[in-house]
Structures are given as C-alpha cells and as structure tokens.
C-alpha cells in the first residue's frame, strides 16, 4: 500500500506555513515555512512545494481561507483564492478552501503559554498555523465518516 498524506498551507504575504498529515490522516505535523521574496513571488514555492509532494506522497492540499470574523470575503481571502489557483495548476492537485479565522491567534496564544520566546514564535508560527488548518479540517473528516 501507497502511503498518501494531505498538505496543509497557511498562505500569506511573506511566508506560506507548511504541515502535513501522517499516512493514516489523524494527526497533522508542521513542518516547515517558505519565505517568499515578494507579495508576486510564485515560482521559488511553487518549487517547494512540489518538492515536498513528491517526497510525502502528497494526494490533496488544504489551504488556510482567511474569512474576515463576519464571515465574508476581503483582500486576503481574494490573494488566497488566486494562489489557489495558481497551485491547482502547478500540483495538479485538489485544493480544498478551510476557514483558518483566528488559527494564527490561537497557535501564537498556545506558544505564549507554553512560555515560548518571541523570536523562536516568529519562527515557527506560519508551520504551526498550518498545522492547526490541516488538523481542522482532519478531524472534520473523521467526523463526517463517524456519522
């Protein structure tokens, strides 16, 4: 048997947070940020990215949707939307759209709880917000089949 995991992205400005599952499809792992040199800078991670899909066997992605608290859609969630596409195309992959309101705020206030300096946060944050994306949209899953 294939072992087949799912990508988890938390896409912004300056750097796209990275997580992926473990084979079974319970837990989600981060794993690494791409920096990104330029709000119109695709290439150098779309590289990355296909990189770390053929290492990790990857069959679908998750991409952090930053509605705004109102439910509707801004600028953030049109950029997202864009390199949605832009991903689609260059993986082949599906890329399925999940809520992240208040992901990055919710990682940063466990990290400040677990007594985690400031520099060592900025470091880690953008993977750990795709983790708790993909981990969301992991359990969701599991919900559905339970049902």
């Known amino acids: 048997m294939v072992e087949?995991?799912?990508?988890?992205l938390d896409y912004g400005d300056k750097t796209v947070g990275?997580?992926?599952?473990?084979?079974?499809?319970?837990?989600?792992?981060?794993?690494?940020?791409?920096?990104?040199?330029?709000?119109?800078?695709?290439?150098?991670?779309m590289k990355r990215l296909k990189e770390i899909i053929e290492q990790c066997?990857?069959?679908e992605i998750v991409l952090g949707y930053p509605k705004n608290m109102n439910n509707t859609v801004g600028e953030r969630c049109i950029k997202t939307e864009d390199?949605?596409?832009r991903l689609e195309k260059a993986t082949k992959l599906p890329v399925v759209l999940w809520d992240e309101r208040l992901s990055t705020m919710a990682v940063t206030r466990a990290m400040i709880q677990a007594d985690m300096r400031r520099d060592?946060?900025?470091a880690v944050v953008d993977q750990q917000a795709a983790a708790f994306i993909l981990q969301g949209y992991l359990d969701s899953k599991r919900m559905k089949c339970e049902e």
């Open 4 to 8: 087949q995991r799912i990508l988890g």
């Open 18 to 45: 990275v997580a992926v599952s473990d084979i079974l499809g319970i837990t989600a792992q981060s794993l690494e940020t791409i920096r990104r040199d330029g709000a119109e800078v695709f290439k150098p991670v």
């Open 57 to 59: 066997n990857v069959t």
């Open 83 to 85: 390199f949605k596409v």
């Open 120 to 122: 060592k946060r900025k």
